[in-house]
């Protein structure tokens, strides 16, 4: 149902991004950095059965049109969980509890399940960013109040974007992600030369070990991937979630394969294979590229082998990027094997805003002290990192 709210916009609340053009979403979405924002990406997650209703996700995208052009957009969801946010709130959950006041549905701000940064709403370059986003703040204040909605909360956003949306009274917490960039690397030994000697051997090693177990690697971009390894994909990341993530397989076989064709073009392969066997790999890694970024998703093998997993989601991702002249690479979720890899903790935001007076309350008066024992987490993992002397850019 769309409601006039000026003269010259209508603000409609969608159901599902089918219902919107996809050449009019992709003309906000494209010229951003993320690939995720897309008409694609999101699309598939819907249409896949991965982000829905009956997922817990239920979608509920916010957009303003001048006539039947669409001049703003944000993807949002309505969540009756907090699973498949990597952001984890259970603390004020646990609070709203406490307090008695109902924390779920809540409203959500991001693309699902993918931990990356980057989101923010869509806007025309054209359109008066400042007021479009206030025009859509004031939309959400009011969707929420009227569905009884707990909260609003946007997560891995913009940086930029979130300097905006403090201006519209959200708050800020702080977290981090493990992020590489190019530091003017010309192949992988300059990548090397920024460690010490010690984790410079280790990583020698490592690789090593890859070629003596009898595998290797292939790294198969867009057009290059056959049509076959799309549905091996799925396979690959539900092993994976099976062993090692209980209940986090939120992702259909139908969604990855539906990446095939229309969103060929921004995936990348790292596949490992037996010196016998070059059609079938034992081991992959999905990532996605656009332009200067790089991602790595999901990975899984039928068989271990020891470091391969290091090989297919680091290193070969990274000589990769180099090759290509990508700037920034982002392996994905968790922590514990990245920084020896050369990846420092990043800081990343997410936004808030909660509608009870008490919570609101509570979360404005303790979130500086929350983000100042975050930084200083972030600032010690840093301290940490097994490189030289030598200059090394961290963006924290």
Not at 72 to 94: M, N, R, T
Not at 319 to 327: D, F, H, K, L
């Amino acid at each position: 149902m769309i409601g006039q709210v000026k003269s010259s916009y209508s603000v409609a609340w969608i159901q599902k991004i089918a219902e919107i053009p996809k050449n009019q979403w992709d003309a906000l979405a494209q010229p951003l950095a993320t690939p995720f924002m897309e008409w694609e990406w999101i699309h598939n997650l819907e249409s896949s059965g991965s982000a829905t209703l009956k997922t817990g996700w239920q979608p509920c995208h916010l957009t303003v049109w001048r006539d039947r052009q669409l001049i703003a957009a944000a993807p949002l969801y309505i969540k009756s969980h907090s699973y498949g946010e990597f952001v984890f709130d259970h603390q004020w959950a646990d609070l709203s509890h406490r307090l008695g006041v109902r924390y779920y549905p809540k409203l959500l701000g991001m693309i699902p399940f993918t931990p990356a940064v980057g989101y923010r709403f869509l806007i025309a370059p054209n359109e008066d960013e400042a007021t479009i986003t206030e025009l859509m703040v004031s939309a959400i204040d009011h969707f929420c109040d009227r569905n009884h909605l707990s909260g609003c909360h946007f997560l891995f956003v913009d940086p930029n974007w979130r300097l905006v949306m403090e201006q519209q009274g959200f708050s800020n917490w702080l977290h981090h992600s493990y992020i590489w960039t190019n530091q003017g690397f010309n192949n992988f030994d300059d990548y090397l030369a920024v460690f010490n000697a010690n984790q410079r051997r280790n990583i020698k090693r490592e690789r090593k070990a890859v070629t003596q177990a009898g595998l290797f690697i292939k790294t198969l971009a867009g057009e290059e991937i056959p049509h076959h390894l799309f549905p091996l994909i799925y396979r690959f990341y539900s092993n994976t979630c099976d062993k090692f993530y209980w209940g986090s397989k939120y992702l259909t076989h139908k969604f990855f394969e539906q990446l095939y064709p229309n969103y060929l073009e921004r995936v990348v392969l790292i596949a490992a294979y037996r010196d016998e066997n070059e059609h079938k790999p034992i081991g992959l890694s999905f990532c996605l590229r656009k332009d200067n970024n790089f991602y790595g998703r999901y990975w899984g093998a039928f068989e271990e082998y020891d470091c391969l997993h290091f090989e297919a989601c680091y290193y070969q991702p990274i000589e990769w990027a180099i090759s290509q002249g990508i700037t920034m690479f982002d392996p994905g979720a968790g922590g514990q094997h990245k920084k020896r890899r050369g990846f420092p903790a990043t800081a990343n935001h997410s936004l808030h805003r909660f509608y009870h007076p008490r919570m609101s309350q509570i979360f404005s008066r303790y979130i500086d002290e929350v983000n100042l024992m975050e930084q200083e987490e972030i600032d010690a993992m840093n301290q940490d990192l097994p490189f030289t002397k030598r200059d090394v850019e961290i963006e924290v």
